[in-house]
T-cell receptor, first 109, second 113 residues
Framework: SQQGEEDPQALSIQEGENATMNCSYKTSINNLQWYRQNSGRGLVHLILIRSNEREKHSGRLRVTLDTSKKSSSLLITASRAADTASYFCATDQNYKLSFGAGTTVTVRA | GAGVSQSPSNKVTEKGKDVELRCDPISGHTALYWYRQSLGQGLEFLIYFQGNSAPDKSGLPSDRFSAERTGGSVSTLTIQRTQQEDSAVYLC???????????FGPGTRLTVL
C-alpha cells in the first residue's frame, strides 16, 4: 500500500524556474528518500533525509522534512530540460520503502 | 562501481507460463529488495532479504510469487502461472547499510499476453 501522497500530480515550468513538490505521509519513518524516474524504468536516488533532520541540500536540490506535519518538500532550483522526469518520495519504515504516486515534472525550453 | 543489474530487461510471456527474473545487487550490500511498478498500483514493495535472516515476504501479492537469494548475492523472483495482472515493471534494489540508501536496478518489464 502507498503511504505517501504527492502534490502536485503534474508540474510544467519554464527552464530556469524553480520546481517545488510536496509529499505527505501517515506513519512514523526512519528516513525519507526522493527518487527520479525517466521513461518509466529505473529509479535514480536523489537525496535521503533522516527523521532527525530538517533540511538537506545536494547541488540544485533542497529537501525539507517536517515530522510534526508528516510532510516533506523537494525544491529543484534553476531547472533544466534534463530535469523533466517523474519524482517520487519514499518513506522508509523498518527498511522497507513505501512510495507516493509521484509528481511528473515537465521543463519547457 | 557497478550498480544493481537486472535481467532480462524485457520479458513477454503467455498467460499460465512461469517466469524468472534475476537481480545482481551492488557488491557488499547485504539487503536486497524487490518492488513492482504497475499503472494501477504504483510502486509497491514485494519482498526483502537481509543477510541470512528469513526474508520479509509481506508484500507478495499471491503464493504464485516467490523469491530466493543464493549465497547472499544474486536473487531470483519467480512468478508461476502468470496472469495478465502480473504485467508490470519489476524493480530490484539493494541497500547501503551505512547510509540506508536503496539503489535501484533498471527493472524488468514483464508483459503477460
Amino acid at each position: 500500500s502507498q503511504q505517501g501522497e504527492e502534490d502536485p500530480q503534474a508540474l510544467s515550468i519554464q527552464e530556469g524556474e524553480n520546481a517545488t513538490m510536496n509529499c505527505s505521509y501517515k506513519t512514523s519513518i526512519n528516513n525519507l528518500q526522493w527518487y527520479r524516474q525517466n521513461s518509466g524504468r529505473g529509479l535514480v536516488h536523489l537525496i535521503l533525509i533522516r527523521s532527525n533532520e530538517r533540511e538537506k541540500h545536494s547541488g540544485r536540490l533542497r529537501v525539507t522534512l517536517d515530522t510534526s506535519k508528516k510532510s516533506s518538500s523537494l525544491l529543484i532550483t534553476a531547472s533544466r530540460a534534463a530535469d523533466t522526469a517523474s519524482y517520487f518520495c519514499a518513506t522508509d519504515q523498518n527498511y522497507k520503502l513505501s512510495f507516493g504516486a509521484g509528481t511528473t515534472v515537465t521543463v519547457r525550453a | 562501481g557497478a550498480g544493481v543489474s537486472q535481467s532480462p530487461s524485457n520479458k513477454v510471456t503467455e498467460k499460465g507460463k512461469d517466469v524468472e527474473l534475476r537481480c545482481d545487487p551492488i557488491s557488499g550490500h547485504t539487503a536486497l529488495y524487490w518492488y513492482r511498478q504497475s499503472l494501477g498500483q504504483g510502486l509497491e514493495f514485494l519482498i526483502y532479504f537481509q543477510g541470512n535472516s528469513a526474508p520479509d515476504k509481506s508484500g507478495l501479492p499471491s503464493d504464485r510469487f516467490s523469491a530466493e537469494r543464493t549465497g547472499g548475492s544474486v536473487s531470483t523472483l519467480t512468478i508461476q502461472r502468470t496472469q495478465q495482472e502480473d504485467s508490470a515493471v519489476y524493480l530490484c534494489a539493494s541497500r547501503d547499510r551505512v547510509t540506508d540508501t536503496q539503489y535501484f536496478g533498471p527493472g524488468t518489464r514483464l508483459t503477460v499476453l
